[in-house]
């Protein structure tokens, strides 16, 4: 069985300082990690995806994540925020070891909100 | 169209009438999901389709809802004797597939159908 856990909520920062949302998983194959953005009133939007290639992936908007196997983490990250970061983070977890049942094998975090303070 | 494509996007009905929401994923999608997210949630999952049939169904809430695909392209989701609880944003997501491997994981979503259900 796979799950996904968003440690946080509701993260606050203020613009321009560095955002830091936290997201742990199980699985128990090799697993495919996502990060998905969305704005109000919006679908949600990829920001990107580790794969089983390089364990540090670079996403759009300046956001990336380190794939860390020995911590079961898949944090988000970026150096300075914009306003326009204001949204819904969702952590995603893609067992590609099975096929058919459970969405296909997709496992959806909670959700992160992630608040700008001028 | 070169993305999801989902309507209504505002739908406003009475309890008990019956509501359809329709998806049009993109061009070559083999793969088609449904997801409910309601006020301040994270994404509830309801069923996935595999062409023209759905492998997973365990999402849907209960027996009023049913959904259907045809043509391995659009997709029906119907709620039947529409409930408060209803009320929500119901998103649909697309897919590629690889054999054997299931989807790649990465989802391009639609921004949604806002059900009210009064």
């Known amino acids: 069985a796979q799950s996904v856990t968003q440690l946080d909520s509701h993260v606050s920062v203020s613009e321009g300082t560095p955002v830091l949302l936290r997201c742990n998983y199980s699985s128990s194959y090799s697993p495919s990690l996502f990060w998905y953005v969305q704005h109000p009133n919006k679908g949600l939007q990829l920001l990107l995806k580790?794969?089983?290639?390089?364990?540090l992936v670079k996403g759009i908007n300046g956001f990336e994540a380190e794939f860390k196997k020995s911590e079961t983490s898949f944090h988000l990250t970026k150096p300075s925020a914009h306003m326009s970061d204001a949204a819904e983070y969702f952590c995603?977890?893609?067992?590609?070891?099975?096929?058919?049942?459970?969405?296909?094998?997709?496992?959806f975090g909670k959700g992160t909100h992630l608040i700008i303070q001028p | 169209g070169a993305g999801v494509s989902q309507s209504p996007s505002n739908k406003v009905t009475e309890k008990g009438k019956d509501v359809e929401l329709r998806c049009d994923p993109i061009s070559g999608h083999t793969a088609l999901y449904w997801y409910r997210q309601s006020l301040g949630q994270g994404l509830e999952f309801l069923i996935y389709?595999?062409?023209?049939?759905?492998?997973?169904k365990s999402g849907l809430p209960s027996d009023r809802f049913s959904a259907e695909r045809t043509g391995g392209s659009v997709s029906t989701l119907t709620i039947q004797r529409t409930q408060q609880e209803d009320s929500a944003v119901y998103l649909c997501a697309s897919s590629l597939t690889r054999p054997g491997q299931g989807t790649t994981g990465e989802l391009f979503f639609g921004e949604g159908s806002r059900l009210t259900v009064l």
């Open positions: 995603v977890v893609s067992d590609r070891g099975r096929t058919g049942g459970g969405a296909d094998g997709l496992t």
């Open positions: 580790y794969t089983s290639a390089a364990t």
């Open positions: 389709f595999q062409g023209n049939s759905a492998p997973d």
